[in-house]
């Protein structure tokens, strides 16, 4: 069963600073690794996507994966008011990518 | 820009009624899937579907569930016999299956309430 954890928040940062989000899973097979930001009574929207070890940035954002501590975050920089969402991890398996499995997401407030 | 569209956005039911839930994924995505949302919690897995066929489904997704793609556009989520905690946002998945990565387009939602 995989399981994917998430620190439910809130999460309070100031307008400009850094907001760390962070997931953990339990499943080491898992291979895809995504971020999705969810506003409320909205779908979750795909944000970054990342599979390899290290860091991938894209814009304001940057995934964070360790595959060895089953980890992964999303550090966002000039955190901006319209940032404030639930940030949802998501978590697929290459050889099982049929029913992946998100956490129960990270309720983050930006404040200016 | 493609998106997956969702219909009907809220819907009302009696327990015991049957719902229909309608989705038309992005056209030429290859793997079609449900999730639901209670309010405030989790979005959870309940079914994927590839070439005509459920290829996984969870442990929510009991004999009270089924899908189908009638035509070449549309994917749809059945429930027989409504109960009160069907209640949820139901959302409507689409991905192209090609590459390593599995990247879901979800739909905006269609908000079920059984009474």
């Known amino acids: 069963q995989k399981e994917v954890e998430q620190n439910s928040g809130p999460l309070s940062v100031p307008e400009g600073a850094i907001a760390s989000l962070n997931c953990t899973y339990s499943?080491?097979?898992?291979?895809?690794f995504f971020w999705y930001r969810q506003y409320s009574g909205k779908s979750p929207e795909l944000i970054m996507f990342?599979?390899?070890?290290g860091d991938k940035e894209d814009g304001r954002f940057t995934a964070q994966l360790n595959k060895a501590s089953q980890y992964v975050s999303l550090l966002i920089r000039d955190s901006q008011p319209s940032d404030s969402a639930t940030y949802l991890c998501a978590v697929d398996s290459l050889y099982n990518n049929n029913d992946m499995r998100f956490g129960a997401g990270t309720r983050l407030t930006v404040k200016p | 820009e493609p998106e997956v569209t969702q219909t009907p956005s809220h819907q009302v039911t009696q327990m015991g009624q049957e719902v229909i839930l309608r989705c038309v994924p992005i056209?030429?995505?290859?793997?079609f899937y449900w999730y639901r949302q209670i309010l405030g919690q989790k979005v959870e897995f309940l079914v994927s579907?590839?070439?005509?066929?459920?290829?996984?489904k969870s442990e929510i997704f009991d004999d009270q569930f089924s899908v189908e793609r009638p035509d070449g556009s549309n994917f749809t989520l059945k429930i027989r016999s409504t109960k009160l905690e069907d209640s949820a946002m139901y959302f409507c998945a689409s991905s192209s299956g090609q590459g390593a990565v599995e990247k879901l387009f979800f739909g905006s939602g269609t908000q079920l309430s059984v009474l």
């Open positions: 056209s030429n995505h290859l793997y």
């Open positions: 579907f590839y070439n005509n066929e459920i290829s996984e």
């Open positions: 990342i599979y390899s070890n």
């Open positions: 499943d080491r097979g898992s291979q895809s």
